[in-house]
C-alpha cells in the first residue's frame, strides 16, 4: 500500500470515528435535557367539543408541565386574538422552548361565537397550547378567566416554581422575570410581585367603563393590588389564592379581586416592582433590557424587541 493510500484511509476512518463521536454526544445531551411535553388536543370539530366537561376546561393541555418546570406562563386571551397569540410564540413565547430556561406558556380562553371556537380548535392542533375555560369570554367575566387559571395550574401545574398572568399585548423579558421572583423567594416563600397600585378608589361615575357601584363594592378604598396586565406569583400563592376564591364573591375586576381582595384575606403579601409596568415603554430592546414588562405592544414591536435582546452586542 502506498503512502498516499495510507493517509486517505486514516483521514477516512478518523472521519467515521469523529461522526461517531458526534451522535454519541448529540444522543448524550438529548437523554440529559429537560424535555417539554405538551399534548395536542385530538378535537378537531367544535360538535367533538364537550363544553360541560367536569374538568371544566373543555379543552385542555394537561401534561403540559411534566418534568421540571419553574415558570409557568398563562396568557388570558380572547377567542378571536390568534395574531397576538402568535406574535407571543414567535417573540417572548420562544423562551418556552429554551430548555434553559424550563417554561411552559399556555393561552387560556373563554366561550363564545362558535365560529371563533372553530378556528381556535384548527389552531390549537397547530401549536398545541390553549386551553378552553367552562366560562364566556367577556369582559365583566375577566375574574371568572383568572380564577379558571389558578385552578388550572392548581390542578395541573403545582410542580412548577413560579407562575406569570399576561395580557396578550404585553412584551415579558423572561429572564429578568426568572431572576427576581428567585431573589424575592429567597427572602419570602409565597408571594405575588407586579406593577402594585395603592390608594385606588371606586369609580362612581355611571358612564365610566369602570363604574362600580356600592352594593358591587362597598369599601371607600380598594386594597393594595397589582396590575392585571401582567403579574407573577409562586405557585404556593396560586394555591392559596384557588382556595379562597372558593369563599368570596367575585368583583368584576379580575386584577382588584385576585391580588387585592383574595390576596389580603390570605395573608399574601403583593409587592411593587419596579420591572412591572401597565403602561407602554418605547418598543426597543434597550427599553426592555433592565424591565420585566411593557404595555400596548403590537405585534411587530414585539418580534422587534426580542430580537433586538436576543443579540449579544446590544448597545444603548
Known amino acids: 500500500m502506498n503512502l498516499a493510500r495510507f493517509v486517505l484511509m486514516v ?32 378535537i378537531t370539530r367544535l360538535s367533538d367539543l364537550r363544553l360541560d366537561d367536569p374538568s371544566g376546561f373543555p379543552l385542555n393541555h394537561p401534561d403540559t408541565c411534566k418534568g421540571d418546570v419553574e415558570l409557568i406562563v398563562v396568557v388570558c386571551t380572547s377567542l378571536g386574538n390568534s395574531k397576538s397569540r402568535d406574535s ?18 399556555v393561552f387560556l380562553v ?13 389552531e390549537n392542533n397547530i401549536h398545541g397550547d390553549i386551553i378552553l375555560g367552562d366560562f364566556v369570554d367577556t369582559y365583566r ?20 416554581k413560579y407562575g406569570l398572568k399576561a395580557d396578550d399585548d404585553m412584551y415579558i423579558n423572561i429572564p ?12 419570602v416563600k409565597q408571594f405575588l410581585i ?42 404556593s400563592a396560586a ?24 390576596a389580603r384575606a390570605a395573608g399574601i403579601p403583593r409587592f411593587d416592582h419596579r420591572g412591572f409596568t401597565y403602561q407602554q415603554r418605547p418598543p426597543s430592546g434597550c427599553s426592555f433590557r433592565d424591565k420585566i414588562s411593557g404595555h400596548y405592544v403590537t405585534g411587530g414591536q414585539m418580534i422587534k424587541i426580542y430580537r433586538e435582546l436576543s443579540r449579544g452586542n446590544l448597545k444603548c
Open 11 to 42: 483521514v477516512f476512518c478518523l472521519s467515521l470515528l469523529i461522526n461517531l463521536l458526534i451522535y454519541i454526544n448529540s444522543v448524550i445531551i438529548s437523554e440529559q435535557a429537560p424535555k417539554i411535553w405538551i399534548q395536542k388536543s385530538p
Open 141 to 160: 367575566n375577566l375574574t371568572l378567566k383568572s380564577i379558571s387559571m389558578l385552578k388550572w395550574i392548581n390542578n395541573y401545574c403545582a410542580n412548577a
Open 194 to 235: 407586579g406593577d402594585k397600585q395603592v390608594g385606588a378608589r371606586p369609580i362612581k361615575d355611571k358612564n365610566s367603563k369602570y363604574y362600580t357601584s356600592s352594593k358591587e363594592f362597598g369599601e371607600k378604598v380598594y386594597p393594595p393590588y397589582l396590575s392585571g396586565t401582567a403579574y407573577a406569583f409562586t405557585v
Open 110 to 122: 373563554g366561550q363564545g361565537n362558535d365560529t371563533l371556537l372553530e378556528r381556535v380548535l384548527q
Open 176 to 187: 429578568n422575570l426568572i431572576s427576581a421572583m428567585n431573589s424575592k423567594s429567597r427572602r
Open 88 to 105: 407571543v410564540r414567535k417573540s417572548w413565547g420562544m423562551y418556552s422552548k429554551n430548555h434553559f430556561y424550563k417554561t411552559r406558556l
Open 239 to 262: 394555591k392559596a389564592l384557588c382556595d379562597i376564591t372558593s369563599r368570596i364573591k367575585p368583583f368584576w375586576m379580575e386584577d382588584i379581586h385576585i391580588t387585592g381582595i383574595c
